[in-house]
């Protein structure tokens, strides 16, 4: 995955998590154990994840992947965390992060696979948020397709199990949306 590509995921996201209101936080979402707030809170614990990662550095939370953080990292203002988050990613990524290899809970990874991964969890948390408060969360095709391509790519049988749930028959006629939302277990 390349830095435009995250970056445009972090864009889709943000535009979806402005439009989530307070009163909205105790909603359940497509992530069954998850509330709109527990949601928001690991989409802002993924940045901080995603950056310590991509920089080698230690995490500034405590967060493994697929899981949520130990703190509430919201502070009252979700948006502003997130666009904090975001900001410290992108420059973590843009540091010829993308070129090398990183080790990761689950040992030596290619920077490409970890801004994949990375991306991936931004964009589709992103339509979660989207689907729990009533929101558009159709990414755009030029996002959607590179993303589809990764996710069948990298996710195997094998690699969903606890994390993603098994791939679902996306409806005939998909946007590429539904086709990677369907792929990670999600209902269109």
């Keep these: 995955m390349d830095l435009?590509?995250?970056?445009?995921?972090?864009?889709?996201?943000e535009r979806i998590v402005a439009g989530v209101a307070p009163a909205q936080f105790d909603q359940p979402t497509p992530c069954r154990e998850w509330d709109?707030?527990?949601?928001?809170?690991h989409l802002v614990g993924t940045l901080v994840l995603g950056t310590a990662l991509l920089s080698d550095t230690p995490p500034a939370v405590a967060m493994g992947p697929g899981q949520l953080p130990v703190a509430d990292l919201l502070d009252g203002d979700p948006l502003t965390a997130y666009r904090t988050g975001v900001e410290t990613?992108?420059?973590?990524?843009?540091?010829?992060?993308?070129e090398r290899s990183h080790q990761t809970p689950f040992g030596e990874m290619p920077g490409s696979v970890l801004g994949g991964f990375t991306t991936l969890d931004i964009a589709v948390h992103g339509w979660d948020l989207a689907r729990a408060t009533g929101q558009d969360g159709e990414l755009d095709g030029g996002l959607a397709a590179p993303l589809l391509a990764f996710a069948r790519g990298a996710i195997t049988a094998d690699t969903r199990a606890p994390r993603i749930g098994p791939a679902l028959e996306p409806p005939p006629g998909a946007t590429l949306t539904q086709q990677l939302v369907a792929y990670l277990g999600r209902q269109p």
Aim: hydrophobic share 60%; glycine share 8%.
């Design 89 to 98: 990613l992108l420059a973590a990524a843009g540091d010829g992060a993308l």
């Design 4 to 13: 435009t590509t995250l970056s445009a995921a972090c864009d889709a996201t």
């Design 36 to 41: 709109v707030r527990a949601l928001l809170n």
